[in-house]
């Protein structure tokens, strides 16, 4: 474990107070539970302050540095397809209410949504497409992405420390990566109380819990706020589990990531011909088109 770790997770076994913690976890989970379930309403200055301290003192959250990473991105397009590539990516033309609160992007602020490409099948495509809600008879734009040679892109990964928790390494995480996480976990196992531990583990499977639930107007307030903590200068975006197709690996990117470290490259038009449930999909790649470098023109 690298020394500034040891000493974060050291110095937040004295200076936070066990029960205190375990008490304001639970609440808060609750609370913020309760208005997404439109059981009570909170201001957003209440939504604001719980997640702050919930992600701010119950949450170590470790860079993963990955390299060659491959990304799908569809939007509808309804019966004309898209013009440029810049178009598929995240939104430029913002303003204070476009585009529209999302999972975590505030109203008003773009992000890059896209799924992660892992394995040599489409399940990648399958889950873009449910993703953005495709039904049967939809036409899409899809992009694919790769992540230029050379860079990094840091995410930090929500859920990781419930799977490290209960041993289950997710398919797209290292073996290095996984037990990287473990160390750790079994040094705050070490410095933590218990009632300390716990806290932490609310915390983490909450985070997890909500952004791979079904949007509504009431989640995306409360998940929306974690961007602008999540999102640091150095770090590049979140990578969690997809909605529809749970354990899948899907990604939040900022503006600044997309533009310096990522290269659009390809994009097809998928007609969907079934929707099965979940992200099991019958589709029909119509065209195919390339990129123009300089212009992001879709050329089919």
């Given at each position: ?194 009632e300390l531990l716990l806290a932490y583990e609310l915390t983490d ?96």
């Amino acid at each position: 474990m690298e020394p500034k770790l040891k000493n974060l997770i050291d110095c937040k076994s004295k200076v936070e107070c066990s029960n205190l913690a375990l008490q304001h976890s639970s609440t808060y989970i609750h609370q913020l539970t309760d208005h997404i379930n439109n059981s009570c309403k909170l201001s957003s200055i209440d939504i604001n302050n719980k997640i702050d301290y919930l992600a701010g003192c119950l949450t170590i959250t470790l860079d993963f540095p990955t390299q060659e990473l491959e990304f799908l991105r569809a939007r509808m397009c309804e019966d004309e397809k898209f013009c440029y590539a810049d178009d598929l990516s995240y939104i430029k033309n913002t303003t204070p209410t476009f585009p529209k609160i999302g999972r975590l992007n505030l109203a008003g602020s773009a992000l890059f949504y896209g799924s992660v490409i892992v394995k040599k099948d489409d399940s990648a495509l399958r889950v873009a497409l449910s993703e953005v809600g495709a039904k049967e008879l939809d036409h899409l734009n899809v992009l694919r992405s790769y992540q230029k040679a050379g860079c990094d892109l840091c995410l930090r990964i929500i859920g990781i420390w419930d799977y490290v928790r209960r041993d289950e390494r997710p398919y797209y995480i290292g073996i290095d990566v996984f037990e990287y996480y473990k160390e750790a976990r079994a040094y705050m196992g070490k410095k933590f109380s218990p009632e300390l531990l716990l806290a932490y583990e609310l915390t983490d499977r909450f985070f997890a819990d909500i952004l791979s639930r079904k949007g509504s107007e009431a989640l995306y307030q409360v998940t929306s706020t974690l961007s602008s903590i999540f999102m640091s200068e150095h770090i590049d975006g979140v990578l969690y589990s997809s909605v529809h197709a749970k354990g899948e690996p899907v990604v939040a990117l900022t503006p600044a990531a997309v533009d310096s470290k990522l290269e659009h490259r390809l994009a097809c038009h998928v007609m969907v011909e079934k929707c099965y449930g979940y992200e099991f999909y019958k589709y029909k790649t119509i065209a195919k088109a390339s990129i123009t470098k300089n212009t992001s023109k879709l050329n089919w």
